[in-house]
Each structure stands twice: as structure tokens, then as C-alpha cells.
Nanobody, 114 residues
Framework: QVLLVESGGGSVQAGGSLRLSCVAY????????MNWYRQAPGKEREFVSA???????SYADSVKGRFTTSQDNAKNTVYLQMNDLNPEDTAMYYC????????WGQGTQVTVSS
């Protein structure tokens, strides 16, 4: 089993920054590749970013150039640095592994005011 714990969310004004963290516990053999997703009220969950075990990353077009994902394998932790936030980034943010997709954390709320 895998336990994912997200943290680092908060309330910021437009143009601000936040750094999210996701720590994996348990069977972490499947968490070396990790994705970030977000879900805004009344909307479907959407892909934000992905990072693989070699540090390669990909991003949704809506966050490209503003968000950066990275990971520390020794700490079983993946990060999402979010810069130049705008109100459209307001959502609950979740991490998830494509190799053990059944496990989701509780999420961390990001709220951006204009």
C-alpha cells in the first residue's frame, strides 16, 4: 500500500508563488514517477505535471513556464513550484503515481485571489 501526503497549499494573491510537496509512504517502489493533478469546484480533475525517476518533466499547457516539478528520491518526495499564480489556478492539488494509480492523497488547497 501507498500513502500520499500533500502539503504546502494556501491562499495567495495573483502573481504569488507556492511550493507544494507530496511525500510517499509505504510501497514506494511504484512512486518514482509522479504526477500532479488539480480539481477546481465543479470541474473535472485535470493533469498538471509529471516527473520521472530521471528528473524528466512535462506540463500541461496552462502551467508551462510557470510551474516546475522535481523530486527527491531519497526523501520519497515530489515538489511542485508554482510561480505567477492566477485565479484560474485555484483548485485542490493532488499527487498520484501512474504505476500505482489507485492511491490518492487528501490533496492540498490552493486559492489565488485577484
Amino acid at each position: 500500500q501507498v500513502l500520499l501526503v500533500e502539503s504546502g497549499g494556501g491562499s495567495v494573491q495573483a502573481g504569488g508563488s507556492l511550493r507544494l510537496s507530496c511525500v510517499a509512504y509505504g510501497d514506494t517502489y511504484c512512486t518514482h514517477d509522479m504526477n500532479w493533478y488539480r480539481q477546481a469546484p465543479g470541474k473535472e480533475r485535470e493533469f498538471v505535471s509529471a516527473v520521472d525517476s530521471d528528473g524528466g518533466a512535462s506540463y500541461a499547457d496552462s502551467v508551462k513556464g510557470r510551474f516546475t516539478t522535481s523530486q527527491d528520491n531519497a526523501k520519497n518526495t515530489v515538489y511542485l513550484q508554482m510561480n505567477d499564480l492566477n485565479p484560474e489556478d485555484t483548485a485542490m492539488y493532488y499527487c498520484n503515481s501512474p504505476y500505482c494509480p489507485a492511491y490518492w492523497g487528501q490533496g492540498t488547497q490552493v486559492t489565488v485571489s485577484s
